[in-house]
């Protein structure tokens, strides 16, 4: 099992910033990425930013050169640094830890979300 726990979310006017942060708990040795994924009303969750055990990063297209998606490895923590927020970006914002199976396949534990609002 692996825990995650959110922190950083509230509301925040365009074009300032917010930082969301995720620590993972209990099995982490099994993680091999962690991530933020985001869903709107009536919208489908969706990708935001990843980062994988070896380090590569993958950004949505909305968010890239505005958020940095980066990790403290002495605290099994995830951070998402958002500048320059726009009130598209307002969403749940859920922390994602991708694990291997002894299978081969793989399967995602989930953060309980935090919210995150931009005012025009």
Known sequence: QVQLVES???LV????SLSLSC???G??????????????PERPRELVATLSRGGTTNYADSV?????IFRDYAENTVYLQMNSLKPED????YCNA????PTGGAFDFWGQGTQVTVSS
Request: glycine share 18%; net charge positive; hydrophobic share 40%.
């Open 8 to 10: 950083g979310g509230g």
């Open 13 to 16: 006017q365009a074009g300032g």
């Open 23 to 25: 620590e993972a708990s």
């Open 27 to 40: 099995s982490t040795f099994s993680i091999v990425a962690m991530g933020w994924y985001r869903q709107a």
């Open 64 to 68: 890239k050169g505005r958020f940095t």
């Open 90 to 93: 307002t969403a749940v914002y």
């Open 98 to 101: 991708r694990n291997a199976l």
